[in-house]
């Protein structure tokens, strides 16, 4: 990923040893994750009038990164994780 194509200043890598605990990297992870994903979602919804968004993939169960992408998309109040294809009844 370039963090810099979305306006992001990260650094090209991150150096996962520096990190003494596991939770500390797991969380560094999610934030740059949820801000990349937050820079591309406005790319694309630009000033659409979206309320709500599916999140469907890997992270649909990830309750950290549901919340952590709630919090700063503000565009987007409602999120619904998902799996496809969603059952019609």
Excluded: C
């Excluded at 963090?3 to 740059?32: C, N, Q, V």
């Excluded at 801000?35 to 649909?60: C, H, M, Y």
């Excluded at 990164?65 to 994780?81: A, D, G, Q, V, Y």
């Amino acid at each position: 990923m370039k963090p810099a194509d979305y306006g992001l200043e990260k650094a090209e890598s991150t150096d996962w040893s520096s990190f003494s605990e596991f939770t500390e990297a797991y969380y560094t992870f999610l934030h740059e994750l949820t801000d990349i994903q937050v820079a591309s979602t406005q790319l694309v919804l630009k000033e659409a009038p979206v309320s709500r968004l599916f999140v469907d993939g890997g992270f649909n169960a990830n309750f950290i990164f549901l919340e952590m992408l709630r919090k700063k998309n503000s565009l987007i109040w409602r999120l619904f994780p998902v799996t496809f294809p969603m059952d019609p009844h």
